[in-house]
């Protein structure tokens, strides 16, 4: 369970499960959304609105992962006072892979954590819902 939470918006459900995952202790997230999926970012930002203190980062070219990087990057020098990158956990999964690549590159190597948010599938492979997210540890990889 982390303080912060980056978010990739697409599909709200993933979102609201992530969030509510980290509720016990969460008290900021950030939301990186595309023109598509503003108005989910919106609804986010409205019913969590202790937690979502700014607005949504909206990507331009969503086939660009050096965007996704570099809003990545933003959020981490800019945390609160006294955080760490180890407070802030951010989950790659939603938008599109280019995005998944660019938060993922933002984060790996680094102390700051990644997480990803996995749907749950009926028994012909359509996604109904969102478990749990799961986090990603890259502990003696090399």
């Known amino acids: 369970k982390r303080r912060g939470l980056v978010l990739l918006v697409s599909k709200k ?8 995952f980290h509720d016990s202790t969460l008290e900021r997230v950030w939301l990186i959304c595309s023109a598509q999926s503003l108005s989910v970012a919106k609804e986010l930002q409205t019913e ?5 203190l ?13 965007e996704f990087y570099t809003i990545v990057e933003k959020v981490y020098a800019s945390l609160p006072e006294g955080w760490s990158g180890e407070d802030v956990i951010t989950d790659y999964v939603g938008m599109t892979a280019h995005g998944s690549v660019g938060v ?15 749907a749950k ?7 109904v819902g969102p478990l749990d997210p799961i986090e990603i540890t890259f502990d003696g990889l090399k």
Do not use: H, M, W
């Not at 700014?54 to 050096?66: A, E, G, M, Q, Y």
């Open 48 to 52: 969590n609105a202790r937690l979502v």
């Open 104 to 118: 993922v590159l933002a984060c790996f190597g680094t102390n700051r954590p990644l997480q990803y948010t996995p």
């Open 54 to 66: 700014s607005d949504p980062f909206i990507v331009n070219d969503v086939n660009d992962p050096l």
């Open 121 to 127: 599938y009926d028994e012909n492979l359509k996604p």
């Open 13 to 20: 459900p993933p979102c609201e499960k992530a969030i509510s």
